[in-house]
């Protein structure tokens, strides 16, 4: 899947959705690891949006 893909399925996340993906990107961006909390937000993420990403996957 392409970035642009990715930017056209992320731009169809609800507001709060979007957030946490964006929250995420930057904590790699600063640190190169990713915290405890963002992988608590990250499973939530993942979990109500499961069919998404299961699109995204193919």
């Known amino acids: 899947m392409s970035a642009a893909q990715i930017i056209?399925?992320?731009?169809?996340?609800?507001?709060?959705?979007?957030?946490?993906?964006?929250?995420?990107?930057?904590?790699?961006?600063?640190?190169?690891?990713?915290s405890e909390e963002f992988k608590r937000i990250a499973d939530e993420v993942f979990k109500t949006n499961d069919e998404l990403f299961r699109k995204l996957a193919q």
């Open 8 to 34: 056209e399925e992320f731009k169809q996340l609800p507001r709060e959705e979007q957030r946490k993906v964006a929250a995420y990107i930057h904590e790699v961006e600063n640190n190169g690891e990713v």
